[in-house]
């Protein structure tokens, strides 16, 4: 299912947010074929849970 941040700013979410299961047979290449680029995924695996954000990280960006 697709999760959206709750935020004060109108307009669509920054990021959508996805939840995998890891228990689940798993396969990291397809999983990050599908994944589009403004989507965090989590993948939770026997209680732990991993982040996953398949985006250019450009940190001079984030301090504007």
Request: zero cysteines; charged letters at 20%; proline letters at 8%.
């Amino acid at each position: 299912p697709t999760k959206h941040f709750r935020k004060s700013q109108p307009g669509s979410p920054d990021y959508n947010i996805q939840i995998k299961n890891g228990n689940d047979e798993f396969n990291f290449e397809e999983f990050y074929n599908e994944q589009q680029t403004n989507t965090l995924t989590a993948v939770v695996h026997n209680g732990d849970i991993s982040f996953y954000l398949f985006k250019p990280f450009d940190p001079l960006e984030t301090l504007l």
